[in-house]
């Protein structure tokens, strides 16, 4: 599986764009990613998933690069209700197709 | 939107005792899928199951079992409860594993106190 590396963590301004960064650089070819986020204590929430072409969907939009070593996830307009930890995964058959989380990103978004 | 059905959302049970945590998937939903999370920590994959056969298992302990019934809802039996299992446990389900290019959905959780 691909290791995938986020900041600890980042602010955001609410009513702003938060767009959370994630490595993939071991990615292969047939890994998909996957972004789910947490809001304290509550069951990850799926956001958006893709393979190599961009995503959007009523939450979120995922942009992955041409070479599929690194993704943005991008909340639009940031609300004080978008404060939680996102997680990037990469999911293949060396994980038997199923979400293994690692450390994810905090993100605060700030009034 | 049917979701997730986790019962019971919290549970307080006395060390050496057993416990069985229920998951109810999102209807047409034949994949099941638990975590355990710990406090502070990030959630961990224990066991899934596909069509009622176990998929894969992860870092569970051998205390613990779990099944899916032929209406697919799943169970996580856990014996001999230590004051380490305490933990927040998460059942996900999904229309096929994820190499179909589908979401996974996670339920509410079950607290678990054990003291």
């Known amino acids: 599986d691909a290791k995938t590396t986020q900041p600890t963590s980042m602010d955001c301004a609410e009513g702003r764009a938060a767009n959370l960064p994630c490595n993939h650089s071991t990615i292969s070819g047939n890994e998909y990613v996957y972004w789910y986020r947490q809001i304290h204590s509550q069951g990850p929430q799926y956001i958006i998933h893709?393979?190599?072409n961009n995503e959007t969907n009523e939450m979120a939009s995922l942009i992955i690069t041409e070479d599929r070593k690194s993704s943005t996830l991008i909340l639009p307009h940031a609300t004080l209700r978008d404060t939680a930890v996102y997680y990037c995964i990469a999911v293949s058959g060396g994980s038997n197709y199923k979400l293994t989380f690692g450390k994810g990103t905090l993100l605060t978004v700030n009034p | 939107a049917a979701g997730v059905i986790q019962s019971p959302r919290h549970l307080i049970k006395e060390k050496r005792e057993t416990a069985t945590l229920k998951c109810y998937p999102i209807p047409r939903h034949d994949t099941v899928y638990w975590y355990q999370q710990g406090p502070g920590q990030d959630p961990q994959f224990l066991i899934s199951?596909?069509?009622?056969?176990?998929?894969d298992k992860g870092s569970i302990p051998d205390r613990f079992s779990a099944q899916q019934f032929s209406d697919y809802h799943s169970e996580l039996n856990m014996s001999s409860l230590e004051l380490g299992d305490s933990a927040l446990y998460f059942c996900?389900?999904?229309?096929?594993?994820?190499?179909?290019?589908?979401?996974?959905?996670f339920g509410q959780g079950t607290r678990l106190t054990v003291v």
């Open positions: 893709g393979l190599k």
């Open positions: 996900a389900s999904s229309f096929g594993d994820l190499r179909m290019n589908t979401e996974a959905f």
């Open positions: 199951f596909y069509e009622k056969m176990q998929s």
